[in-house]
Nanobody, 123 residues
Framework: QVQLVESGGGLVQAGGSLRLSCAASGRTFNRDAMAWFRQGPGKEREFVAATNWSGGSIYLRDYADSVKGRFTISRDNANTVSLQLNSRKPEDTAVYYC??????????????WGQGTQVTVSS
């Protein structure tokens, strides 16, 4: 069974640093995109960032306009993806979900999902 496990969330100050990590198992995502989504209180799930993976490196990074210039997505290997949260805002408070594709897909179409990790940004 494919599993994605997020870690690194918590209650953080706006001025602090935070790095979310996701580790996948049950499948090697050596040519599949992995991404981060989030869902704030009373909001719909939204896309945050994504990376593809080929030849042991990233050749495409995709960011939502709301996080461009503030968040950085990294693909440590085929099955691990991280999200560095900088210049955080209270609006970034949400449950962050790790996701992965299987055999490719549309920009926001993902096949596997983690359980999510809560990120709360205080001002």
């Amino acid at each position: 069974q494919v599993q994605l496990v997020e870690s690194g969330g918590g209650l953080v100050q706006a001025g602090g640093s935070l790095r979310l990590s996701c580790a996948a198992s049950g499948r090697t995502f050596n040519r599949d995109a992995m991404a981060w989504f989030r869902q704030g209180p009373g909001k719909e799930r939204e896309f945050v960032a994504a990376t593809n993976w080929s030849g042991g490196s990233i050749y495409l990074r995709d960011y939502a306009d709301s996080v461009k210039g503030r968040f950085t997505i990294s693909r440590d290997n085929a099955n691990t993806v991280s999200l560095q949260l900088n210049s955080r805002k209270p609006e970034d408070t949400a449950v962050y979900y790790c996701a992965a594709q299987r055999g490719g897909g549309r920009r926001y179409q993902y096949n596997y999902w983690g359980q999510g990790t809560q990120v709360t940004v205080s001002s």
